[in-house]
């Protein structure tokens, strides 16, 4: 059974679309996060939730809103979708916050054209 | 700002010689290193973790050295396989609450037949 699981895993839209990107973790984490990897491989946070509650959000444009309708889900919406947007995102989950080991899914690859 | 780099963007070995990876953090407050493999496609999976209060720790072909006097962090790998190659990453965070898991740039680890 995979840990982090992510859906889609490839995804080709037009700009001003709408997109989500949906997460699920069945480890029994507490805490769930969305990462951004740009074309140079670079892994930056954009969001972390504890127990359904935002707890991070790293000034991540206000297109991006993420939800958790439990501490097993963590969904990524993207209003707008512009081309700077193009991108790998992963979900990831940890038992709890701070100084615990961060597993990650798969990865999503949203391509705007 | 605080940040976490690698001295090395490429590393390439032959197939069965002992790879060193390196890492130089920048937050003194950090008490928390993971050491994550990229393959191509998939996700940043766990390799290794230390905490700041040993120096050296050893997995499955795998050993992380912590040098916190000049932080500095090391991957080394023995006897290198062709499915060792991937990206790297060293990734450092504290135990915080709401604490965030700030990575390196990432080195690319090729080895030679």
């Known amino acids: 059974d995979t840990a982090v699981s992510q859906t889609p895993k490839y995804l080709v839209t037009q700009m001003g679309n709408d997109k989500s990107i949906k997460c699920e973790q069945n480890l029994g984490h507490d805490t769930m996060y969305w990462y951004k990897q740009d074309s140079k491989k670079f892994l930056k946070i954009m969001f972390s939730y504890n127990n359904k509650e935002l707890i991070i959000n790293e000034t991540v444009p206000n297109r991006f809103s993420p939800k958790s309708p439990d501490k097993a889900h963590l969904n990524l919406h993207i209003n707008s979708l512009e081309l700077g947007d193009s991108a790998v995102y992963f979900c990831?989950?940890?038992?709890?916050?701070?100084?615990?080991?961060?597993?990650f899914g798969e990865g999503s690859w949203l391509t705007v054209v | 700002g605080e940040s976490v780099g690698l001295h090395l963007p490429t590393l390439s070995v032959q197939e069965g010689d002992n790879s060193i990876i390196n890492c130089a953090y920048s937050?003194?407050?950090?008490?928390?290193f993971i050491w994550y493999k990229q393959e191509s496609g998939k996700g940043p999976q766990f390799i290794i973790d230390?905490?700041?209060?040993?120096d050296k720790r050893q997995g499955q072909r795998v050993t992380v050295l912590l040098n916190k006097t000049v932080k500095h962090l090391s991957l080394q790998i023995a006897a290198t396989q062709p499915g060792d190659s991937a990206v790297y990453f060293c990734?450092?965070?504290?135990?915080?609450?709401?604490?965030?898991?700030?990575f390196g740039k990432g080195i690319t680890l090729s080895v030679r037949p």
């Open positions: 990734a450092e965070t504290f135990t915080g609450a709401n604490s965030k898991l700030t």
């Open positions: 230390i905490r700041s209060n040993m």
């Open positions: 990831a989950s940890s038992r709890r916050t701070g100084g615990n080991t961060i597993y």
């Open positions: 937050n003194s407050a950090s008490d928390y």
